[in-house]
Nanobody, 115 residues
Framework: QVQLVESGGDLVQPGGSLRLSCAAS????????MGWYRQAPGKQREMVAI???????TYADSAKGRFTISRYTTRNTVYLQMNNLKPEDTAVYYC?????????WGQGTQVTVSS
């Protein structure tokens, strides 16, 4: 069983930066794909960034050039560095780990971008 715990969400002004962390308990090997998703009020959950088991990455168009996903397998941790934040980035951000048919979610961390 894998448990994911996100942290780092906060209230930040437009143009600011945050780094979200996802700490995994249990075995998160490099074979897992790790991703960040977000859900804004009244909207569906959407993919923000994924780092695959081979190290390749993909980003939502809205995240390209501003967000960076990284992982430290030995620490069982995945990060999402978010720069130049915009009000439309306001959402609950969730960490996800996938390997085959197994998919795990964290409880989410709130990011609010507002002046």
């Amino acid at each position: 069983q894998v448990q994911l715990v996100e942290s780092g969400g906060d209230l930040v002004q437009p143009g600011g930066s945050l780094r979200l962390s996802c700490a995994a308990s249990g075995s998160i090997s490099s074979l897992y794909h790790m991703g960040w998703y977000r859900q804004a009020p009244g909207k569906q959950r959407e993919m923000v960034a994924i780092i695959f088991s081979d190290g390749s990455r993909t980003y939502a168009d809205s995240a390209k050039g501003r967000f960076t996903i990284s992982r430290y397998t030995t620490r069982n941790t995945v990060y999402l560095q978010m720069n130049n934040l915009k009000p439309e980035d306001t959402a609950v951000y969730y960490c996800n780990a996938v390997r085959g048919e197994n998919s795990y979610w964290g409880q989410g961390t709130q990011v609010t971008v507002s002046s």
